[in-house]
Protein backbone atom coordinates (compact mmCIF):
# COMPACT_ATOMS: atom_id res chain seq x y z
CA UNK A 1 0.00 0.00 0.00
CA UNK A 2 1.09 3.41 -1.00
CA UNK A 3 1.61 6.42 2.21
CA UNK A 4 1.73 9.35 0.31
CA UNK A 5 2.97 11.04 3.97
CA UNK A 6 6.15 9.31 3.55
CA UNK A 7 6.82 11.02 0.38
CA UNK A 8 9.60 13.01 -0.48
CA UNK A 9 11.13 15.63 -2.90
CA UNK A 10 10.10 15.68 -5.93
CA UNK A 11 7.15 13.07 -5.29
CA UNK A 12 5.79 14.83 -2.37
CA UNK A 13 5.51 17.45 -4.77
CA UNK A 14 3.61 16.03 -7.56
CA UNK A 15 1.33 14.21 -5.03
CA UNK A 16 0.31 17.41 -3.47
CA UNK A 17 -0.07 19.08 -7.14
CA UNK A 18 -2.34 16.46 -8.11
CA UNK A 19 -4.12 15.94 -5.11
CA UNK A 20 -4.81 20.14 -5.30
CA UNK A 21 -8.34 20.59 -6.73
CA UNK A 22 -7.21 22.83 -9.42
CA UNK A 23 -5.48 20.00 -10.72
CA UNK A 24 -8.75 18.31 -11.44
CA UNK A 25 -10.72 20.85 -12.78
CA UNK A 26 -7.64 21.44 -14.88
CA UNK A 27 -7.85 17.74 -16.61
CA UNK A 28 -12.15 18.57 -16.81
CA UNK A 29 -11.20 21.79 -18.62
CA UNK A 30 -8.90 19.14 -21.15
CA UNK A 31 -11.83 16.67 -21.09
CA UNK A 32 -13.97 19.42 -21.95
CA UNK A 33 -12.08 20.48 -24.75
CA UNK A 34 -11.36 17.37 -25.74
CA UNK A 35 -15.43 16.19 -26.48
CA UNK A 36 -15.64 19.40 -28.46
CA UNK A 37 -13.06 18.66 -30.59
CA UNK A 38 -14.69 15.15 -30.88
CA UNK A 39 -17.94 16.98 -31.29
CA UNK A 40 -16.22 19.00 -34.31
CA UNK A 41 -14.81 16.23 -36.04
CA UNK A 42 -18.13 14.12 -36.26
CA UNK A 43 -19.75 17.06 -37.44
CA UNK A 44 -17.40 17.54 -40.51
CA UNK A 45 -17.25 13.51 -41.64
CA UNK A 46 -20.68 13.52 -41.38
CA UNK A 47 -21.05 16.23 -44.27
CA UNK A 48 -18.21 14.25 -46.08
CA UNK A 49 -20.34 13.47 -49.55
CA UNK A 50 -21.20 10.03 -50.16
CA UNK A 51 -18.16 8.95 -52.59
CA UNK A 52 -15.15 11.22 -51.15
CA UNK A 53 -12.55 9.97 -49.15
CA UNK A 54 -12.85 11.59 -45.24
CA UNK A 55 -9.68 13.79 -46.28
CA UNK A 56 -11.61 14.84 -49.71
CA UNK A 57 -8.27 13.83 -51.59
CA UNK A 58 -10.66 11.22 -53.75
CA UNK A 59 -14.06 12.57 -54.81
CA UNK A 60 -14.08 10.84 -58.06
CA UNK A 61 -16.90 8.56 -57.34
CA UNK A 62 -18.33 11.43 -55.64
CA UNK A 63 -23.10 10.51 -56.06
CA UNK A 64 -23.60 14.02 -55.96
CA UNK A 65 -21.27 16.36 -57.64
CA UNK A 66 -23.63 19.86 -56.43
CA UNK A 67 -22.18 18.97 -52.90
CA UNK A 68 -19.07 20.40 -51.92
CA UNK A 69 -16.27 18.30 -49.84
CA UNK A 70 -14.83 20.35 -46.54
CA UNK A 71 -11.81 18.69 -44.70
CA UNK A 72 -11.22 18.72 -41.05
CA UNK A 73 -9.20 22.01 -39.74
CA UNK A 74 -5.83 21.12 -39.27
CA UNK A 75 -6.24 22.86 -35.58
CA UNK A 76 -8.71 20.02 -34.57
CA UNK A 77 -6.40 16.95 -35.21
CA UNK A 78 -3.61 19.26 -33.75
CA UNK A 79 -5.72 19.69 -30.59
CA UNK A 80 -6.18 16.72 -30.87
CA UNK A 81 -2.51 15.16 -30.33
CA UNK A 82 -2.28 17.49 -27.59
CA UNK A 83 -4.89 16.02 -25.53
CA UNK A 84 -3.69 12.57 -26.10
CA UNK A 85 -0.77 13.95 -25.11
CA UNK A 86 -1.63 15.50 -21.94
CA UNK A 87 -3.84 12.63 -21.30
CA UNK A 88 -0.61 10.38 -21.07
CA UNK A 89 1.02 12.50 -19.14
CA UNK A 90 -1.30 12.46 -16.60
CA UNK A 91 -1.31 9.33 -16.53
CA UNK A 92 2.80 8.55 -16.15
CA UNK A 93 2.13 11.40 -13.55
CA UNK A 94 -0.10 9.05 -11.41
CA UNK A 95 1.78 5.73 -11.80
CA UNK A 96 5.15 7.51 -11.08
CA UNK A 97 3.95 9.07 -7.52
CA UNK A 98 1.38 6.00 -6.88
CA UNK A 99 3.28 3.30 -8.71
CA UNK A 100 0.89 0.42 -9.98
CA UNK A 101 -1.51 0.64 -7.17
CA UNK A 102 -3.10 3.65 -8.83
CA UNK A 103 -4.92 0.61 -10.40
CA UNK A 104 -7.05 0.14 -7.60
CA UNK A 105 -9.10 3.26 -8.50
CA UNK A 106 -11.79 2.51 -11.25
CA UNK A 107 -11.24 6.11 -12.67
CA UNK A 108 -7.99 5.54 -13.26
CA UNK A 109 -8.63 2.18 -15.16
CA UNK A 110 -11.29 3.70 -17.26
CA UNK A 111 -8.68 6.59 -18.14
CA UNK A 112 -6.07 4.02 -19.10
CA UNK A 113 -8.70 2.07 -21.16
CA UNK A 114 -9.55 5.30 -23.16
CA UNK A 115 -6.12 6.52 -23.70
CA UNK A 116 -4.56 3.21 -24.85
Known sequence: ?????KFTGPR???HKMMSFWLFDAAVGVVI???AMTLGIETQFKKTVPLGCS???SD???QLDTSLQCHTIPQIV???DKMFLVIYICELCLRFGVYGPSVLKS???KFDAFLVF
Not at 1 to 5: A, E, G, I, L, N
Request: proline fraction near 4%; hydrophobic fraction near 35%.
Open 1 to 5: KVDPS
Open 12 to 14: LLL
Open 32 to 34: LGN
Open 54 to 56: DDC
Open 59 to 61: CSR
Open 77 to 79: GDA
Open 106 to 108: NWI
